[in-house]
């Protein structure tokens, strides 16, 4: 009778494979686990980016499409690509909720806010989608428009905020819009409950409360002149006559244009949804807007683009065929694990076990580059002694997370780190008769250097490894993400459904 097998997903997020090892943290770091493995076990490279992944040709991966190609076990057509595809072929401006929202602000004279990641980046948001928007309300004669940019640093360069912030002063030059408010994404797209760094957001955005400028490109020049980067821009107010240009008030229609959903929730929170008195945060009685779906629990928010339903996951098949499962990761990740990994979909499947490690209350990761790595570990070993689950998905998000810092020596701890943890877990897994799967979601440690010599904050395009360690795989072919699901499927001897078009790796 064939043995019944039991497998761990081990995803290393940010580990790609360098073209220039100088470059590359993983490469400088000492992983002595990971270089074994590579020389031990059969292995190949997945492609994480682009339409590999259901992105634009070139568009680098990301986390949340990465984990939702794994779980899928298809190539999932992302936000980005449509939303890129209505505009062209001009379907955007026909949308219903988007129309609706804008019309019920003007019947009732009331300001328009565009709120969002001004960013060619393409992993929250693209400013050719706010540019379309602007065109949009432009087109049906609006007054009182006013946009509120979050500045990046982190999915493009960590200085090309002015670059932006001008395209967009250009753009609307001729319109009735104005730049209200500029703000530094830590404080606006935070997801780990700093609910201290979301009412810098909220106050700038309600009270108008920030560094007061009527020159936005200079007020981004003096903060980029003492050393603060895009990413951590404290909040602007730009000024006409020494007030506030516009604050977000009751009634008002506020369009929150990032489309992916995990940054964009807390600041939704506060400003519509329920309030946090004691941090001086109540909610507003707004007419709002959200590019996508950011929680099907929301009250009284219009959705431009509704949520993909995507069946027959690798959640929902390991759940069906009664699997036990384990989503383990510390909070920076812990939605990829369970919400992007089963298709979009916030509920458990039956069976199905969720471990949340909290990450470190630091203010930047490269402060503590180990991050939570150990206690994720601590946290599976135990799981994994008493067997008591078919399937482990753990995710490990230092060279990610540390890598967006840009800081090369931090990058190389964070990657020596997991090398570690991993390193335990796989002698664990051997005894305990696990099969292990290793791989990485996207790139970003592997280039932590540009070619100008400045610090690289964003992901990459390079490959990642798959690594399968299990007595009865000798080879392993190259793929993409959407190859995952059903590869695990063929080691645990379970039938793929047809909605997976991804192909097994052995």
């Known amino acids: ?29 000492n992983t002595p686990c990971y270089d074994s493995l590579i020389k031990k076990y059969p292995n190949a490279k997945l492609l994480t980016h682009g339409k590999s992944v259901g992105l634009p040709d070139g568009q680098m991966g990301n986390s949340e499409v990465g984990h939702m190609n794994i779980g899928a076990g298809r190539i999932v057509f992302q936000e980005l690509a449509k939303i890129n595809n209505d505009i062209k072929n001009g379907f955007l401006k026909k949308n219903k909720s988007l129309n609706k929202c804008i019309d019920q602000a003007i019947l009732n004279k009331k300001n328009i806010h565009l709120i969002g ?16 928007l602007i065109d949009i309300i432009e087109s049906k004669k609006a007054k009182n428009t006013f946009i509120h940019a979050f500045t990046d640093g982190r999915d493009v360069d960590p200085m090309s905020g002015l670059k932006h912030i001008k395209s967009i002063l250009d753009f609307i030059e001729n319109s009735s819009f104005e730049l209200a408010s500029i703000c530094g994404r830590y404080y606006s797209m935070d997801r780990d409950k700093r609910w201290d760094r979301v009412k810098k957001a909220y106050d700038l955005l309600v009270n108008g409360k920030g560094y007061v400028s009527n020159d936005p490109l200079k007020a981004i020049q003096e903060s980029y002149n003492n050393g603060i980067t895009d990413e951590f821009i404290s909040p602007i107010a730009i000024a006409k006559n020494n007030k506030p240009v516009a604050k977000i008030k009751d009634g008002d229609l506020v369009l929150f244009y990032n489309f992916r959903t995990d940054r964009g929730r807390q600041l939704t929170e506060v400003l519509s949804q329920y309030d946090l008195i004691e941090f001086g945060m109540k909610k507003l009685d707004l007419n709002y807007l959200t590019m996508t779906n950011y929680n099907n629990d929301y009250n009284n928010i219009s959705v431009i683009y509704e949520n993909k339903n995507l069946k027959d996951t690798l959640g929902e098949v390991l759940s069906v065929n009664s699997k036990n499962q384990i989503r383990i990761a510390e909070t920076e990740k812990y939605p990829h694990v369970t919400f992007f990994f089963n298709g979009g979909k916030e509920e458990k499947f039956i069976n199905e076990k969720r471990i949340m490690c909290e990450s470190p209350k630091v203010a930047t990761y490269d402060l503590k580059p180990e991050m939570s790595a150990l206690s994720i570990t601590n946290s599976i070993i135990p799981e994994i002694q008493n067997k008591s689950a078919d399937f482990i998905c753990l995710n490990f998000a230092n060279p990610d997370m540390v890598g967006h810092t840009g ?8 990657c020596e780190a997991v090398d570690d943890c991993t390193s335990t877990i796989i002698k664990e897994c051997l005894k305990n008769d696990y099969s292990i799967i290793l791989i990485a979601d996207h790139g970003n440690s592997d280039v932590m250097i540009n070619d100008d010599g400045t610090p690289n904050t964003a992901h990459t395009t390079n490959p990642v490894p798959i690594i399968i360690i299990d007595d009865d795989v000798k080879k392993v072919n190259d793929g993409v993400l959407a190859d995952i699901a059903p590869t695990i499927l063929n080691i645990l001897d379970l039938k793929k459904p047809k909605l997976m078009t991804g192909n097994t790796l052995i």
């Open 117 to 132: 990641l001004a960013s060619d980046g393409g992993v929250h948001s693209h400013i050719s989608h706010l540019k379309e």
């Open 1 to 29: 009778m064939k043995k019944t097998k039991k497998l761990i997903l081990l995803i290393l997020d940010g580990w790609g494979i360098s073209k220039d090892p100088a470059k590359s943290a993983i490469d400088k770091a």
């Open 407 to 414: 800081d090369f020596k931090a990058a190389i701890k964070a």
